[in-house]
């Protein structure tokens, strides 16, 4: 049983501890990331409702357990542990209400948090064809190459790895994203939505149709 497997058990047991919490549900998403090398820089800006029957005095976000959040604007305080984020509202979110909020991240990305649905590691992390395996890989984020898939929650989203709250919970919130990205001069970058380029190594992009989530 090694250490990878047991990370996913524990991630798995607090993913159903999350399932029908009361939460937040986003409305529109604007990121901007900084791409370092093997490291993310990344700030989002959510604003979100209260479209539950309660009001709320704590939300929660999933982000990738190798992306550490720094600073949560227009809270009191924030709680991390491994892929799920409390954070404490600065006053209680009555029910219909709106507010916004800001995230400061950084970090690598950990490919632990894809797939969480899959108990068996090798069903989901390699590729077999008659007598050969090959490793699968869900992520890059390197130098000269980055591809992060919306399974690797490469930024804060307001929802659990799909899969666990299987079949109550399967809906997915369609919000706007607006996106920006720097990274080195010489890669393309290439995300959903209407690209916009500002210089060599920075653009962004407009989703302009609501969707789950995004990759770049």
């Not at 029908?20 to 990331?33: E, V, Y």
């Not at 370092?36 to 800006?45: C, V």
Request: glycine share 6%; aromatic share 12%.
């Amino acid at each position: 049983f090694t250490n990878r497997n047991l990370a996913r058990v524990e991630m798995r047991k607090l993913s159903k501890s999350y399932v029908g919490k009361p939460n937040a549900t986003a409305k529109d998403c604007q990121l901007s990331i900084n791409h370092k090398s093997n490291l993310l820089e990344g700030k989002a800006f959510y604003r979100v409702q209260n479209t539950t029957d309660t009001a709320l005095d704590t939300i929660y976000v999933c982000i990738n357990p190798g992306l550490k959040i720094q600073k949560v604007f227009g809270s009191s305080g924030f709680k991390q542990e491994k892929h799920f984020t409390d954070i404490y509202l600065e006053k209680p979110l009555s029910v219909g209400a709106t507010d916004s909020l800001i995230i400061i991240y950084d970090g690598y990305i950990s490919e632990d948090i894809c797939f969480l649905d899959y108990e068996n590691e090798s069903e989901y992390n390699s590729f077999n064809m008659w007598l050969f395996q090959v490793p699968e890989k869900h992520h890059f984020l390197e130098t000269n190459y980055v591809l992060l898939s919306p399974e690797t929650f490469w930024y804060p989203r307001f929802e659990w790895p799909r899969g666990l709250g299987f079949p109550e919970y399967m809906n997915p919130t369609f919000i706007n994203h607006k996106l920006s990205v720097k990274t080195k001069p010489g890669l393309t970058i290439l995300s959903q939505g209407k690209r916009t380029s500002k210089e060599l190594g920075s653009c962004s992009f407009d989703s302009q149709l609501p969707l789950p989530a995004i990759s770049l």
